[in-house]
């Protein structure tokens, strides 16, 4: 894609999952750090539609494989001319096994609008002050790396 190009929503997905290539992101021992690297350069692309940048941290107490699952997501709302349509997800997922160091961690959510208002690094400095993303990026290991797209 060039500088001058704007991403288009159909695209997301791929041109995400092409920079996690590029930048080395291993799926089978996803790197935390490389991965919230590419998600800040792939959030300062610009996109056809509205975007509103999400951060999510949750525990998932399933009894067989407890974990805590961390989401950065891009929402786009789609329309036509003026006409909303539908509002499309693109996610990263990263699932971190639950271990002693990070039982401790809260639910946390950050929503943050981008536009002439919202600065990309205004929302990656409330992020990384979380503790939960400093202990997640310091002290676990993600297991799984699953990226998707798809209508809300």
């Known amino acids: 894609m060039a500088d001058t190009e704007v991403l288009q929503v159909h695209e997301a997905e791929g041109h995400f999952r092409e920079m996690l290539r590029q930048a080395g992101v291993d799926s089978a021992a996803p790197d935390s750090e490389k991965v919230w690297r590419v998600f800040q350069n792939f959030s300062r692309l610009p996109i056809s539609e509205p975007?509103?940048?999400?951060?999510?941290?949750?525990r998932d107490n399933q009894p067989l494989a407890p974990a805590i699952r961390l989401y950065l997501e891009l929402q786009m709302s789609v329309y036509s001319?003026?006409?909303?349509?539908?509002?499309?997800?693109?996610?990263c997922m990263l699932c971190y096994p639950l271990t002693p160091e990070i039982r401790h961690l809260e639910d946390e959510e950050i929503v943050f609008e981008v536009g002439p208002d919202g600065l990309l690094e205004d929302f990656v400095t409330e992020v990384e002050a979380t503790e939960q993303f400093r202990v997640l990026a310091s002290q676990s290991q993600p297991i799984e790396i699953l990226v998707s797209q798809g209508k809300v």
């Open 51 to 58: 975007a509103v940048l999400l951060f999510t941290c949750e």
């Open 81 to 91: 001319g003026t006409a909303y349509q539908h509002t499309e997800h693109l996610t």
